[in-house]
């Protein structure tokens, strides 16, 4: 597949980094469908039992990047809903939907985006190299990218790092982030950033 940035991708530069919909199981019926051109991606598999449809992994037949589709039932005293979740993921993350050749090359394209004067393929870079470096447990690069003179990029590296911290106790790698996250609280650029105050709040730092 030929390469193609996040910018030029008729599908994708659509779609943001997360996309959230929801469909009311309730009499009132309210409903936020996910954004069109997500029903333009494709499922790698086949959809055969409820499960599959539920979770499974979504590719954009123009770009080839992955996203992760969740869809889960939610109940409340206001009635109950399906949520549906949508989230880009990065290359390090999709590694076993390809070969290592494919996502190298992918990741040599997002260190040549990073200055990308186009915010959404900037921003998919700066995410997809902080999932890279936390890989291979390069804190040093995270922290670098967290202090870009780009203010976009350091935003990027912070929401991913918001939203990988939504659910603490599944990571393996809370060692890195806790250093990342002391870092940040005293970068003046960031330590007053409602994002890190989370990050730290859930790293049990203060
Ligand atoms: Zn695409």
Redesign the pocket.
């Known amino acids: 597949m030929k390469y ?1 940035p ?1 910018h030029k ?1 008729s ?2 530069k659509n779609l943001s980094e997360s996309e959230y919909g929801y469909y009311s199981v309730s009499p009132s019926g309210s409903h936020r469908p996910l954004p069109i051109e997500a029903n333009r991606l494709k499922s790698i598999e086949e959809l055969g039992s409820k499960g599959q449809k539920k979770h499974h992994i979504k590719q ?1 037949p ?4 992955f996203y992760a589709y969740d869809e889960h039932y939610e109940y409340d005293v206001t009635g109950s809903a399906d949520e549906l979740m949508l989230t880009r993921l990065t290359p390090t993350e999709a590694k076993d939907l390809m070969n290592a050749r494919e996502c190298k090359r992918r990741l040599g394209h997002l260190e040549e985006e990073l200055a990308s004067t186009h915010l959404v393929t900037r921003r998919y870079a700066a995410k997809g190299l902080t999932s890279h470096y936390l890989d291979q447990e390069d804190v040093e690069k995270v922290i670098r990218l967290l202090d870009s003179y780009d203010e976009d990029v350091g935003l990027a590296v912070l929401s991913y790092l918001d939203k990988i911290t939504e659910q603490w106790w599944r990571l393996n790698n809370r060692h890195l982030i806790e250093q990342i996250a002391r870092a940040a609280a005293k970068d003046e650029t960031h330590k007053n950033n409602p994002l890190i105050k989370q990050i730290i709040w859930r790293c049990g730092l203060k």
């Not at 123009?62 to 990047?65: E, Q, T």
């Open positions: 193609i996040l991708c599908i994708c954009c123009f770009c080839g990047v």
